[in-house]
């Protein structure tokens, strides 16, 4: 029997962040990991031909820009450096026309009033109003204590009119917010990266994803990591050991054990490792009711879980390339990150397709290729093409095929089709250069990340009722749990999915903050005894 002061259940950033800050804090902590290596989301392996890497999760790193999980230590020194494409992002339309998110506001005007002039324009006033404030917001859900960005944010906006109109945008759908464009290409541009959530972009709360990745994409790029986005949960572990933390994979927790309401430790692989002070779950919600037993959780708590809702599953794929996609639109060659979807209610039908259980007949696809900007994840001269769908975790029907039965084992290569037919409409030629490629179902990403529950990536629907204090519920706020010394860390939390290590990073702080707690008052109950006995408590 093994004993540490904290146990962390999970090794994907969300988890690695937590037990650096433990470690770093002169904690003893174990991080348990059921994969053969940590990462989680965050890993990268040979899936298709030998010497063509690919990301099995998340391959941008906008968001890891500015967590402080990640960019407040030196992970440089780890090996972790961050590379760029010439641009962050392009959307092509028919007519081999496509707007490109560049490096600065001004060239992302001018890129579309290319395609319809004058949208330039209203591009650079959303910027203007909107850019500061949505990264502010950000920032302050990756800190425990958003005081000084609440108050930067605060004097951004600058007057009550100001703040209610962010608020209002915060809250729009992102169809609504396009509509300030007169062209339906500014519109789709607009929409887009709101397709990385579950939702259609008309539902409320939408906007703000499509304004934040865009911005932070403008600010900071579409980074990748040089090898994979593996190097980070690598750079990250490694720091972790030098902080004296242990690391053991290959290790699925089989149980989280509770005695008299207080969380006292795991047991993994038939070993038993017991937490002096609190367990860490990075893992879903689900995962961890079912670990921990229904039994240690009241009614309300255990509610809250079964009415949290999954986002809708994902269709994922992997292709290794005989040299780069042959993009019709000259931005697309440029781009780290391609958005396909030629029109707003074009995506907005595929989403509805998704939630109501059918294969999208023209799924909006988001497209990463790598190679661009970090040629050593393939031989010489060839690339890797990174890209997703969203999808029925268990499909019904087929939107395209009414008669078609939608289970995945009948569906999976016909939708495969689907999308690279939808590709191909833009890059003639693409099908050519296909050497090898790897496709993923819902199931397939679960069976090899447990949290991937469903195929859901985010760990949760993005929905505006599963947010802040709604996510995953009020028993579960601010990363604590109803159970003593457990704490959930994962993107069921504020601030939810992506490579930013903030939900675990906080669910630590969270920790350390109650155990500093008992230690606070019992030395202010001391000195009040002292103070009533007539003698005071601290001497100089």
Known sequence: MSVYD?????????????????????????????????????????????????????????????????????????????????????????GNQAIALARSPAETAASIDKVHLGDGAVWTELGEAFADPVELFLRAQMVRWPLAEGARLARRLGGVGRTLEFIRTLLQGASVAARRFASEQARAFLVAPAMHADLQPEEPG????????????????????????????????AKLRDAGGEIMTGRPVDRIVVEHGRAVGVEAGGEALVARRAVIAALHPELVVRLAGAESFPAGALQQVRDYRSGLGTFKVDWALDGPVPWAAEECRRAAVVHMGDTVQAMSRAAWEANYGLLPARPTLILGQPTLADPSRAPAGKHVLWGYAHVPAAPTGDALRPRARGDWARSAEPFLE??????????????????????????????????????DIVSGSFAVDQQLLFRPGWSWWRWGSPVKGLYLGSAALPPGGGVHGACGDLAAAQALADRRRPLLLAGAAAGAVGLLAGRPRWRG
């Open 6 to 94: 904290a146990i962390v259940a999970g090794g994907g950033p969300n988890g690695l962040a937590a037990a650096l800050r433990l470690a770093e804090a002169g904690w003893s902590v174990c991080l348990v990991e059921a994969n053969d290596d940590v990462g989680g989301g965050a890993r990268t392996a040979e899936v298709t031909l030998p010497g063509f890497r690919h990301d099995l999760g998340a391959a941008f790193l906008p968001l890891a820009t500015v967590a402080p999980a990640i960019t407040g230590r030196d992970l440089s020194s780890y090996g972790l450096r961050l590379l760029h494409a010439p641009l962050p992002a392009a959307h092509p339309f028919p």
């Open 206 to 237: 939408t906007a703000v994803y499509a304004l934040l990745l865009h911005f932070l994409g403008e600010r900071y790029g579409m980074p990748v990591a040089e090898g994979g986005t593996g190097a980070v949960s690598a750079a990250m572990a």
């Open 418 to 455: 689907r999308v690279e037919v939808t590709i191909e409409a833009h890059a003639p030629g693409f099908r050519e250069r296909v050497l090898a490629r790897r496709a993923w179902t819902p199931a397939d990403l679960e069976a090899a990340n447990a949290n991937l529950i469903g195929g």
